[in-house]
T-cell receptor
Framework: KAGVTQTPRYLIKTRGQQVTLSCSPISGHRSVSWYQQTPGQGLQFLFEYFSETQRNKGNFPGRFSGRQFSNSRSEMNVSTLELGDSALYLC?????WGSGTEAFFGQGTRLTVV | ELKVEQNPLFLSMQEGKNYTIYCNYSTTSDRLYWYRQDPGKSLESLFVLLSNGAVKQEGRLMASLDTKARLSTLHITAAVHDLSATYFCAVEDTSGSRLTFGEGTQLTVNP
């Protein structure tokens, strides 16, 4: 079965621009979460969506936002990009988060801000 | 705030040797996950540990969970070069909708 699909795989943006990343979960999975990975801060939780509702949010500024659609696909938006936003953004999907169900990660979107 | 610490952060070992990676966490949780990440790649799920005393094994890797000690271990038996990667433990918080990751252990297995 198809895995978690993230698009695009690579992005280069300029400071001040905004960017939208997309995540298509595994078919049937209703929970999608997003993580940022950087060499300095490691893997940090951004937010989690279930049935189009944001259930949990990490400690990131309001420039980071997301949403989930009725087909469980999710998008993440970052506005007014800063150099420090350069990172690998990972999306994970699971059947129903919170019951110890396994989370499967996509290949990630590598964002470079110049 | 949940904190997760791994040690060691860097591990260089010879093929054929055994070693253990430790994962300590700061608050109560009985759900812990181990992931593997190859350079430039995503996270691959290795083990899901859901209760105190849980032990799971796959090939040369074995993971265990002691919720009372807030400790999980990933034991490597007779390491081979293919195991070279970064290994992360992650703890599910009480809200059940987020993972807190450790810093990762970068494992290099030398011939």
């Amino acid at each position: 079965k198809a895995g978690v699909t993230q698009t695009p795989r690579y992005l280069i943006k300029t400071r001040g621009q905004q960017v939208t990343l997309s995540c298509s979960p595994i078919s049937g999975h209703r929970s999608v979460s997003w993580y940022q990975q950087t060499p300095g801060q490691g893997l940090q939780f951004l937010f989690e969506y279930f049935s189009e509702t944001q259930r949990n949010k990490g400690n990131f500024p309001g420039r980071f936002s997301g949403r989930q659609f009725s087909n469980s696909r999710s998008e993440m938006n970052v506005s007014t990009l800063e150099l420090g936003d350069s990172a690998l953004y990972l999306c994970a999907s699971s059947l129903v988060w919170g019951s110890g169900t396994e989370a499967f990660f996509g290949q990630g979107t590598r964002l470079t801000v110049v | 705030e949940l904190k997760v610490e791994q040690n060691p952060l860097f591990l260089s070992m010879q093929e054929g040797k055994n070693y253990t990676i430790y994962c300590n966490y700061s608050t109560t949780s009985d759900r812990l996950y181990w992931y593997r990440q190859d350079p430039g790649k995503s996270l691959e799920s290795l083990f899901v540990l859901l209760s105190n005393g849980a032990v799971k094994q796959e090939g040369r890797l074995m993971a265990s969970l002691d919720t009372k000690a807030r400790l999980s271990t990933l034991h490597i038996t007779a390491a081979v070069h293919d195991l070279s990667a970064t290994y992360f433990c992650a703890v599910e918080d009480t809200s059940g909708s987020r993972l807190t990751f450790g810093e990762g252990t970068q494992l290099t297995v030398n011939p």
